[in-house]
C-alpha cells in the first residue's frame, strides 16, 4: 500500500536528501581576513585556489541513504524489513552529521568559522521523517499482528 502516511514520509526524507547533496552545506570564514571564500558542499570545498575534494565522505554517506530510502518505499509488503531499512538510514545521517561537525568545526585551520546554509539541515529533518517512518510502520506491524490474533 504505497498510499500510507509512512511512504509519504520516506519519499519527503528522500527528496530533502536528494536537495541537500546538490546544494552548499555553508561556508568556512577566516576570523583573521574575514573572507567567506570557501564553500563547502558534499562532495568538495570550493577555495580560491581550487577545488578539495578531501570531503567525498559526506557525499558517500548521504548518497547511500538514497537507494536505501527508495527500497523502503517499495517494499510495503515487508514491514520489518522497512523497519530496518529506516533505522539504517537513521544511522547513516547520524554518521553524516558526525562528518560535517568534523569537516566543519575541526578539521579547518584555527581562527575559521563554518557559517551553516539552511541545506545543511535537511538531513536532519529526513532523520525526523525516518523515524516518524518507522513509528508509522511499526504501528501498522501491531495492527496486523492484532488482526492476525483475532482471526
Given at each position: 500500500?504505497?498510499?500510507?502516511?509512512?511512504?509519504?514520509?520516506?519519499?519527503?526524507?528522500?527528496?530533502?536528501?536528494?536537495?541537500?547533496?546538490?546544494?552548499?552545506?555553508?561556508?568556512?570564514?577566516?576570523?583573521?581576513?574575514?573572507?567567506?571564500?570557501?564553500?563547502?558542499l558534499n562532495l568538495w570545498m570550493a577555495t580560491q585556489n581550487g577545488v578539495d575534494y578531501s570531503v567525498w565522505p559526506l557525499f558517500?554517506?548521504?548518497?547511500?541513504?538514497?537507494?536505501?530510502?527508495?527500497?523502503?518505499?517499495?517494499?510495503?509488503?515487508?514491514?520489518?524489513?522497512?523497519?530496518?531499512?529506516?533505522?539504517?538510514?537513521?544511522?547513516?545521517?547520524?554518521?553524516?552529521?558526525?562528518?560535517?561537525?568534523?569537516?566543519?568545526?575541526?578539521?579547518?585551520?584555527?581562527?575559521?568559522?563554518?557559517?551553516?546554509?539552511?541545506?545543511?539541515?535537511?538531513?536532519?529533518?529526513?532523520?525526523?521523517?525516518?523515524?516518524?517512518?518507522?513509528?508509522?510502520?511499526?504501528?501498522?506491524?501491531?495492527?496486523?499482528?492484532?488482526?492476525?490474533?483475532?482471526?
Amino acid at each position: 500500500m504505497l498510499q500510507r502516511i509512512q511512504t509519504i514520509y520516506l519519499v519527503l526524507a528522500l527528496i530533502l536528501t536528494a536537495v541537500c547533496l546538490s546544494m552548499p552545506l555553508g561556508t568556512l570564514v577566516s576570523e583573521a581576513t574575514m573572507d567567506g571564500d570557501t564553500v563547502l558542499l558534499n562532495l568538495w570545498m570550493a577555495t580560491q585556489n581550487g577545488v578539495d575534494y578531501s570531503v567525498w565522505p559526506l557525499f558517500a554517506v548521504l548518497l547511500l541513504t538514497c537507494p536505501i530510502a527508495v527500497f523502503a518505499i517499495f517494499a510495503y509488503k515487508q514491514r520489518k524489513l522497512q523497519m530496518k531499512l529506516c533505522v539504517a538510514n537513521v544511522v547513516l545521517i547520524l554518521i553524516w552529521v558526525a562528518l560535517l561537525a568534523f569537516f566543519a568545526f575541526i578539521q579547518p585551520a584555527d581562527g575559521t568559522v563554518y557559517h551553516p546554509s539552511v541545506f545543511a539541515f535537511f538531513p536532519l529533518v529526513a532523520l525526523v521523517f525516518y523515524l516518524l517512518a518507522r513509528k508509522g510502520i511499526k504501528h501498522d506491524e501491531k495492527l496486523i499482528r492484532d488482526m492476525d490474533r483475532l482471526r
